[in-house]
Nanobody, 123 residues
Framework: QVQLVESGGGSVQAGGSLRLSCVAS????????MGWFRQAPGKEREFVGF????????YYADSVKGRFTISRDDAKNTVYLDMNTLKPEDTAVYYC????????????????WGQGTQVTVSS
């Protein structure tokens, strides 16, 4: 059974930073891709970024490029999302996902999802 558990969400003022963590258990994720998505109230869940474990490839949505960084800790089977220069429009529930069966920027391709963690950015 694959489990993904996010943590690290919270409330921050615009311009601040947060680090989200996604701990994976139940299998080895060293040959798969981990993605981050977010969903704001009343909006569709949208792609934020992904990291491919085996190649180290990382890719970001234009809206977060240069502000968000994905990294990993192999020993802890954990992927991080470092969010800097946060804006009110970054307010959303953030989800990590694993093992896409297709294009890793598309949410429908992912097999496994975490429960989400709330990020609120005030102006």
């Amino acid at each position: 059974q694959v489990q993904l558990v996010e943590s690290g969400g919270g409330s921050v003022q615009a311009g601040g930073s947060l680090r989200l963590s996604c701990v994976a258990s139940g299998r080895t994720f060293r040959s798969t891709t981990m993605g981050w998505f977010r969903q704001a109230p009343g909006k569709e869940r949208e792609f934020v970024g992904f990291h491919t474990w085996s190649t180290g490839t990382t890719y970001y949505a234009d809206s977060v490029k240069g502000r968000f960084t994905i990294s990993r800790d192999d020993a802890k089977n954990t992927v991080y999302l470092d969010m800097n220069t946060l804006k009110p429009e970054d307010t959303a529930v953030y989800y990590c996902a694993a093992n896409p069966r297709g294009v890793p920027t598309l949410k429908r391709t992912y097999e496994h999802w975490g429960q989400g963690t709330q990020v609120t950015v005030s102006s």
